[in-house]
């Protein structure tokens, strides 16, 4: 999504049809190198390259050569419960799973099935909000680590860790694969930074 880096080409690599099909990512920390899937590849549309999300928020910058940002983003209008996705060896939340009053659903972040917190938390007041609370990791890179569906005490909202969220309008998940960054309403969570450089074995 980093205009920066040069012209992509796309390719349709699936489209809905009457029996579910699988993707499958061959993803490590320097982006997705391989996909595989369960039948060929559909037709491409002559119309050329899809339409593709226009993000109103910034990328955040390229800290790290081995450090690459993706971008999600969901409506935040009728939204019924809420399935957040942990990271249980890191202690935080990677994504969330939107689920909506008509029976929708929608996903921010990383989501995997394997890691979704089950039941999902139902949006009882949506007058409420949602509050994210970010902490730093060891390599000091900001990530959720608690997402709460009632306003905390009043001497903790004011602290920089804290996010709020309104059911309402869009919010936009960035993350890479040390760190996140969320936009609502033209507000940002914690801005990502340099952090520490991680040893992959190489």
């Known amino acids: 999504m980093d205009p920066g880096f040069g012209h992509d080409v796309y390719t349709l690599v699936y489209r809905a049809g009457e029996r579910p099909g699988r993707i499958y990512f061959d993803i490590s920390p320097d982006g997705i190198h391989e996909l595989a899937l369960d039948g060929p590849l559909p037709p491409q549309p002559a119309a050329g390259q899809p339409p593709l999300p226009q993000p109103e928020s910034p990328c955040p910058r390229h800290h790290q050569e081995d450090e690459n940002y993706y971008y999600s983003t969901a409506v935040l ?24 009053r008509d029976g929708r659903q929608a996903s921010l972040g990383q989501v995997r099935l394997d890691w979704l917190q089950q039941p999902p938390v139902r949006v009882i007041d949506p007058a409420r909000g949602m509050w994210f609370r970010f902490a730093l990791s060891p390599e000091g890179c900001p990530n959720v680590d608690a997402i709460a569906f009632d306003p905390p005490p009043p001497a903790q909202r004011a602290e920089p860790g804290h996010f709020p969220i309104a059911w309402r309008g869009t919010l936009e998940w960035w993350f890479s694969h040390r760190q996140c960054q969320l936009w609502h309403d033209g507000q940002s969570s914690p801005p990502t930074v340099r952090g520490a450089s991680l040893d992959w074995g190489n």
């Not at 939204?79 to 909506?100: M, N």
């Open 77 to 100: 209008d009728s939204v019924a419960a809420v399935t957040p996705c942990w990271a249980a060896e890191r202690g935080v939340v990677v994504g969330l799973l939107l689920h909506y």
